[in-house]
DNA sequence: ATGGCTGCAGGATGCAGA
């Protein structure tokens, strides 16, 4: 079983290359975030054609987050649970059956929340502590499962290529990451972590100021697995490949393997 | 970096992103 993430920063502008990927890579279950379009306008025929379940939780012109799945999607449950006023599609939660048993995968959009001090910051903690509880429930009731996107979050200096540069960003700041860490410790894997520890390993390069030909990158993009989805991971990958595609997202694909 | 691109909505430029 393939997992795999995707930011593709417009699904519409990119359908090409989002095809073009899927078909050669064949992932069994393709998250995408920041798919900047309705549910209405999303180009669900084109993943269809490719065998593809669909899933999407739009918004007009930001946000918004799909799961496509070659499995059957037994249920499809779009939205974060823990604060009803929340508008922003950033969260779509479906559950496959995999050799009778169930898999949840979640694709997921994490606030940017810059600039830090900002309300869009405090936007950003409150969402990472629903997320965290939201996980603890899931973790409770011994689901397998796996959360994966764009966590807008650097974890380590390592994860940047320039690491001070971004001392002042919403990424970068003590309180995403500690929020970012207390949700790992309730017993989550960073899929690439466990089976690839080397430095300079990124996710995402800035369309300005050339920052894909300095490898000016940042690691952002991350799939977590419950331990029941973890001890059958055999494998992970960034595919950096599509940065040097014509117009590119700004982000690349996070791809992991499981025995499943 | 004083954000130097990019997509989207809408029908010019402003907003959001990271």
Known sequence: MRIATWNINGVRARIDGATAWAREVSPDILLLQEIKSEDAVFPAEAFEDL????????????NGVTVLSKLP??????????????DQARFLDITVSVAGTAL??????????????????????????????FVEARLAAE???????????ILEPRDARFPERWADDALNQPESRAAFRRLQHLGLTDTFRACDDSDGQYTFWDYQAGAW??????????????PL??????????????RAWEKPSDHVPVMAEFAL
């Not at 979640?106 to 001090?117: D, F, I, R």
């Not at 030909?213 to 419950?226: E, V, W």
């Open 229 to 242: 989805a973890a001890d059958r991971l055999t494998g992970c990958a960034i595919d950096k490949r599509t």
């Open 213 to 226: 030909q300095k490898d000016n990158g940042i690691r952002i993009d991350y799939l977590l697995a419950s």
């Open 143 to 153: 689901d397998m499962f796996v959360l994966g996107g764009d966590f807008n979050v």
């Open 104 to 133: 949840h995968v979640a694709s997921l959009y994490l606030p940017n929340g810059n600039p830090t001090g900002s309300d869009k910051f405090t936007y950003k903690l409150a969402w990472m502590e629903r997320l965290r509880a």
């Open 73 to 86: 999607i037994d249920e499809a449950r779009p939205g974060l649970p823990g604060d009803d006023g929340d």
């Open 51 to 62: 065998g593809y379940n669909v899933a999407v939780h739009g918004q007009k012109g930001f």
